[in-house]
Structure formats: structure tokens, C-alpha cells
């Protein structure tokens, strides 16, 4: 049997939209929406501050050594600050642990006030905050990073949300309503609809290699699509 | 094919000498055709640099050699203020080849001292190649020092050395010059992958914005070829198309023959 290329391949381009018709739309769509918005903006660059490092006399400090009496098995120990106050953040196993760096005295964990209050110090706009809330439990849009963390809303259009570690008061991570519509967009574009991180999933492997099929098909059936031109361009 | 629908359509032209645009299943089918042939190479590209992307194990790319935090060691250690440490603006102890060093930021510079004698530790070529054999299991092929980051190394800034390692990955490891610290891992799955990435982003130079002008001008394009083909999935298909179906659901029904055509 003689096999007519163009209707076959016609045909195999046709069956096979048919197929990932509708995850071509998305991702040609969460793409556009991902190229378009600038991906500092979707980090949320805009919503901190830039870090500014003070200068710290280490003659005034307790020295870093003597604060490791009480973390036997730290491995590091760095100098930060804690809404203007010198401090001595120190990593262990067991997690990081705050001791003042002017009295060397062992601080406790940030309680919702100092949640707020470094926040505020930290957000570059001045709506209120909305809600304050210690998470026990990792909601969607940190990714599985272990809690607990103390959750800071402010009230505006996007929602942007702070994460404080409390153990040291650092900022963790920050969101707003770009960043989740990214990251929506992200899981459409990867198909993994559970952890929305998975790229090597069977069902993306499979639908990108369809996809492939598709186009190459579609680029074959151009040859075909444009017949008169061709003719002229060959008289002429 | 239905194609013939719009071939039918009426030639309704001159307003104004310009042919009125009619949103036949015909309009989209060129609409199609021509976006398929000035963005068809890119679309063609995304599937494939997708495609591999997804096909490569992520786990082999972002694989990185383990780094232990080794508890302080604190008899002996130094304070600052004995060091001759006054106003810095950050400092970091922790150890390094067995010993506690303080990593010391001034004017926007890092440096390293020796927690034990204050002494400056000076990264050379020596130090580093010590670093990366305690760290991959493999002989250093080469060890050279870059003033600036290249491709491989480009979310860091600054002077940097490579050494590269006899392995079959082909390992690259980067360290920052400053303080010594190990800074990334990069292997031949790495830079396969880091190759479809360049054509998925069409940054060509730098690898790392999908954000330019080229990208949004082509993604809004292919907006076109993949919506116009949506709407066309609708108008190509007949219920012809689908009586194979129907013929192989029916109970005690003749198997389907060979396609015809």
C-alpha cells in the first residue's frame, strides 16, 4: 500500500493535538506569564529592604568564643543584628540560637511583637499588617521548608507574607500574589499537580516528547501549507 | 476535512479597500499556518529543549559534593579584639582544614584569619587543591584561577579558582578566591541540561534571563499558533473521525479493519 505522506502526516498532526491540544495552550500561556513578569519582581525583591550591614566594634562584643559554652557542638557562629541590636547567631545541629553580642546573655525565641516589628522594618511600604500567626505546619507556598516560622501578613491588593524564623529572626522567605500565580502557573507547566516540583515526572516526559511529534509534524505540513507561492517563485 | 468550509466563503471585500476580516474557520487556518512558519523553529525548539530538560535526571544536575560542618574546636581560640579586630562590618567563625578561622567583612571585602595565631590565611593554589581533594574522590585534572565567573559558575560574583577533576562527569568545582569557600559543582549532566536551558530562555549570551524583550515577543507570537490550533481542533475534526470508537464499543462487533487511507 502506498502511503499519501501529506494526509497521513495531516492526520498524525491533527490525533496528536487532539491529544496535548490543551497542555500546549498552557504552556504556551504560563510561559508568556512567566517571561513577562520579571522574576525579581515574582521573588519579591521589591517588598524588602536592602540588607545594610552595620559596622560592629568587635572591642565592645563578647567575644564569639564564649557564647559556644552553651552550643557545645556548634559549627559556626556569625555576627547579625536584631532590630538594631548586635547578636550572635549561632548554627548547630540543632538549629540556630541567638545570644546578645553586647552582655553574651542567651536570647529566646521572637515573639509575635518582634515578628512584627522586624517586618516592619524590613517591608518597603507602609500598609498595616494584616495578621500574625506562628505556623506550625508548612502551608503550600513555602515548599516543604521546615516550621515552625512565624507568618507575617501585610493588607494590601497582593497579600504579601513575610516568614521570620524565630529562632533567629531572619527573614526566610516572602510571597505575594505573583509569586503564587507563578507558581500555579509553574505547576500547569510541569504537570506535576502534588509538589508542583518534580520535572521528571513520567506524565511531563511523556506529553513533551507528544509535543515534539506535534511540532515536527506541524513543521513538515508547512512544506505542504504554502503550495501556490512555491509554484510562482518556480515559474517566475 | 472541513477545510472546505471557508474556501466557500464569499469574497466581501472594499471597505475602504481593505479586505474585511472574517473569522472563519479559514482565517485561523492561515493564521496558523503563518505564525507555524516565522515562529514554527522556536516552538519546534521549546518542545525539544523541554523535552530533554524533563528527560534529564535533575537529581544527576544539581548534585553537589557533601560539605560537613565540623563542630568548633574552641581551646586556643583567639578574640577578636586580641586579633586586632575593631570595627567590621560582619565576621564569621567556624573551621576550615581542622582549624577555626574567622572570616572577617570590611569595606565590602572578605578575608581570613587563623583563629589559633591570627595569621592572614592566604588562598593559593595549594589550599585550594586540599579543599577539593578532601571533597571529590577523584585526581585534579587542572586548577586555574578566573578573575571573573564564567557560565558554569555565573550566580557568583567575583574572582574565582576552577579545578577541574579526572572523573567521568568531567566535575568542575569552583571556589570563591577571597575566603576559599567552596562555592558550586558542576558536571557534564549539568552542562547538558544547562544547554537546553540556554535554547528553553533564548538568552544565548547568559543563560539566565527568561525575561527579555526576544522571549516576550516570540511567547506572545506562539500565543497565536497555539490558540488558533485549539480553535481549529474543533473545526478538524468530523464524526467520521471517531467511528472507530463507536465500532469497536459495539458488543460482538467486527474488529476494526485496517485503516483506510
Not at chain 2, 515562529?39 to 535526571?57: C, E, H, P
Not at chain 2, 567583612?105 to 586540599?130: F, K, M, W
Amino acid at each position: 500500500m502506498k502511503i499519501r505522506w501529506p494526509l497521513f502526516v495531516r492526520r498524525l498532526h491533527k490525533w496528536l493535538a487532539l491529544v496535548i491540544g490543551l497542555q500546549v495552550v498552557l504552556w504556551t500561556a504560563t510561559g508568556f506569564y512567566m517571561v513577562v513578569i520579571h522574576i525579581d519582581r515574582i521573588h519579591g525583591d521589591h517588598l524588602v529592604r536592602p540588607v545594610e550591614r552595620l559596622a560592629v566594634d568587635m572591642v565592645s562584643l563578647v567575644a564569639p568564643g564564649t557564647v559556644l559554652a552553651a552550643v557545645p557542638d556548634a559549627s559556626e557562629v556569625r555576627s547579625s543584628s536584631l532590630l538594631d541590636r548586635p547578636v550572635w547567631l549561632v548554627t548547630s545541629p540543632g538549629g540556630v540560637s541567638l545570644f546578645d553580642a553586647g552582655t553574651g546573655e542567651r536570647l529566646g525565641l521572637i515573639d509575635a511583637d518582634q515578628a512584627e516589628t522586624i517586618a516592619r522594618s524590613i517591608y518597603t511600604s507602609d500598609e498595616e499588617v494584616a495578621s500574625v500567626s506562628l505556623l506550625q505546619e508548612a502551608p503550600m507556598e513555602m515548599q516543604g521548608r521546615k516550621p515552625p516560622y512565624w507568618q507575617v501578613t501585610f493588607d494590601r491588593w497582593d497579600s504579601p507574607t513575610f516568614y521570620i524564623s524565630p529562632e533567629s529572626g531572619e527573614l526566610i522567605s516572602r510571597r505575594h500574589s505573583l509569586w503564587r500565580i507563578f507558581d500555579f502557573a509553574w505547576m500547569l507547566h510541569i504537570m506535576d499537580y502534588d509538589d508542583r516540583s518534580d520535572v521528571n515526572n513520567l506524565l511531563l516526559r511523556t506529553s513533551t516528547w507528544l509535543s515534539v511529534a506535534m511540532a515536527l509534524s506541524g513543521a513538515w505540513l508547512l512544506v505542504w501549507a504554502f503550495p501556490r507561492r512555491r509554484k510562482k517563485k518556480k515559474t517566475a | 476535512m472541513v477545510a472546505g468550509l471557508g474556501l466557500s466563503a464569499p469574497p466581501q471585500e472594499e471597505e475602504n479597500g481593505m479586505k474585511r476580516i472574517r473569522f472563519t474557520p479559514l482565517f485561523f487556518r492561515r493564521v496558523h499556518k503563518w505564525v507555524g512558519l516565522v515562529l514554527g523553529i522556536q516552538f519546534i525548539l521549546w518542545s525539544v529543549s523541554g523535552a530533554m530538560m524533563a528527560f534529564i535526571d535533575m537529581t544527576d544536575v544539581r548534585d553537589q559534593p557533601m560539605i560537613a560542618a565540623d563542630p568548633l574546636a574552641v581551646p586556643g581560640l583567639l578574640a577578636p579584639a586580641d586579633l586586632g579586630i575593631g570595627e567590621v562590618e560582619s565576621l564569621k567563625l567556624s573551621m576550615a582544614d581542622g582549624r577555626p578561622v574567622y572570616e572577617i567583612g570590611e569595606s565590602g571585602s572578605l578575608r581570613i584569619v587563623d583563629g589559633l595565631t591570627g595569621n592572614p590565611v592566604t588562598v593559593d593554589e595549594a589550599l585550594v587543591r586540599q579543599r577539593a581533594t578532601a571533597m571529590v574522590d577523584a585526581p585534579i585534572r587542572a586548577v586555574s584561577l578566573m578573575d571573573k565567573p564564567n557560565l558554569e559558575a555565573r550566580e557568583f560574583a567575583g574572582p574565582m579558582w576552577r579545578v577541574d577533576f579526572g572523573d567521568a562527569e568531567g566535575t568542575s568545582a569552583y571556589f570563591a578566591a577571597d575566603t576559599g569557600r567552596f562555592l558550586v559543582a558542576r558536571g557534564d549532566g549539568w552542562r547538558l541540561w544547562d544547554f537546553f536551558w540556554m535554547l528553553h530562555n533564548m538568552d544565548y549570551a547568559d543563560r539566565t534571563s527568561f525575561n527579555h524583550p526576544l522571549i516576550i515577543v516570540v511567547g506572545f507570537g506562539v500565543l497565536f499558533l497555539s490558540g488558533t490550533g485549539f480553535y481549529l481542533l474543533f473545526k478538524s475534526f468530523t464524526r467520521r473521525d471517531f467511528r472507530w470508537l463507536s465500532r469497536r464499543r459495539a458488543p460482538g462487533g467486527r474488529t476494526t479493519r485496517a485503516l483506510r487511507n
